[in-house]
């Protein structure tokens, strides 16, 4: 790794950074981490204190996570449901990340087969029939009818979004929720339009899109989260996620792609690398179902090795692909150099998750050279924290806010 001065581009991510209509305070952006803070899919104090505390800790933008677009597509317990009676709230939130000096976007998604019919009260929906391996649902396969309906119910809620006052919606397609569940020919038998060559299994996510811009125009910056890589034989890797992008980048509606990996269907440890926390998995479970997590966890989770950027050389692959956007790093970035490298390898805007739950604070102290390596050792132990309250261990304080809606 080359040393740059002060002067040179690393320096450049702490600066104002333009984002399709809006500026960001700077390059660096909290990834969507579903919060658990909502018990009835409304804002509380708890979601207003826990992501005014990345802006004030020097954060450009954060992300509320996740954000169901109908009350069918909740993928855990205490998720935001994205309609129109919701506003108030929203606005309440949006507004106190803007007085605290940073913007905000709103991860917009349906679960699809992460779904669980414990938390939505009906069957989970999939391009087919299908059945979660983790959670053993049975999905049925979604009807032409109902991919209309969802590509409404996409925009219905950009609209909220926009109307509350965020400044960015972030379009969930990763992780085999539903969109990205077309995506796969794991997942995706059909024989129909949405089937087949990627041009097809792409299809769903091009009207989504489309669908999306058309109603909230350049009101607000659009991301798309879409999965590079999914770990699964058979179903997503590179080859053809470069495709995917290149059809999405070609609509000129998409202003930056954020790259992810991994699944929450199978091998779900892909995505997050490091320690495999099997008792916390267990923690979430009842039954037979947590002997299950004890006796074959690792196996169905998955093991595989923590490595600093460890999205980044398939990140790169991309960069020739994507003429009309903006690229997003994501993964393992938890110290000064990782910006360093981010910025050398000419990517516009970086995201941290883990990182910001257990340093909140952690840009402002890279920013001033006060630290310059996280605290976060990867341990996992946020993962299910899903299930409660998400929070670092570390970091209690957090998990103890008031969960009234405000």
């Not at 699964?232 to 080859?239: A, C, M, P």
């Amino acid at each position: 790794m080359n040393n740059l001065s002060e002067s040179n581009k690393v320096l450049d991510i702490f600066k104002p950074t333009k984002l399709g209509p809006i500026t960001l305070p700077n390059g660096i952006i909290k990834a969507a981490t579903s919060e658990g803070r909502s018990p009835e899919g409304k804002v509380t104090q708890a979601l207003i204190d826990f992501h005014r505390g990345f802006i004030e800790g020097g954060t450009g933008m954060t992300t509320l996570a996740y954000c169901a677009i109908s009350s069918e597509g909740f993928a855990a317990p205490g998720e935001i449901l994205m309609i129109r009676e919701n506003i108030p709230g929203l606005q309440k939130f949006t507004q106190a990340m803007h007085d605290a000096g940073g913007m905000v976007s709103a991860q917009l998604g349906h679960a699809g087969p992460v779904a669980h019919k414990s938390i939505t009260g009906v069957q989970p929906i999939a391009p087919s029939r299908f059945r979660n391996p983790t959670s053993f649902q049975l999905c049925r396969e979604v009807t032409k009818e109902e991919i209309s309906k969802l590509i409404t119910q996409f925009a219905d809620a950009a609209e909220v979004a926009a109307d509350a006052g965020f400044d960015a919606i972030e379009l969930h397609f990763g992780h085999l929720y539903i969109v990205s569940a077309f995506f796969s020919p794991w997942i995706n038998k059909r024989k129909d339009e949405y089937g087949g060559s990627i041009e097809n299994r792409t299809r769903f996510a091009k009207e989504i899109l489309l669908a999306v811009k058309e109603r909230i125009k350049d009101r607000v910056a659009i991301i798309v989260k879409i999965s590079m890589d999914d770990g699964i034989r058979g179903s997503i890797w590179l080859d053809e996620a470069t495709e995917t992008v290149k059809i999405l980048d070609e609509t000129k509606a998409v202003d930056a792609f954020e790259l992810t990996m991994g699944s929450s269907v199978y091998k779900q440890m892909y995505l997050f690398r490091g320690d495999t926390d099997i008792d916390g998995m267990a923690a979430t479970q009842k039954g037979i179902f947590k002997l299950g997590v004890k006796l074959f966890g690792k196996k169905m989770l998955g093991e595989y090795p923590y490595e600093d950027l460890y999205m980044l050389e398939s990140a790169r692959q991309f960069q020739p692909i994507v003429k009309n956007a903006q690229i997003i790093l994501l993964g393992g970035i938890n110290d000064y150099s990782h910006l360093q490298i981010a910025m050398e390898h000419d990517f516009s805007f970086v995201a941290l998750g883990r990182a910001l739950l257990r340093e909140p604070d952690l840009v402002n102290k890279l920013k001033d050279k006060s630290q310059i390596e996280g605290r976060c050792i990867h341990c996992n132990k946020c993962m299910f924290t899903v299930y409660t309250t998400t929070n670092c261990v570390f970091t209690k304080e957090y998990a103890t806010s008031s969960k009234s809606v405000i």
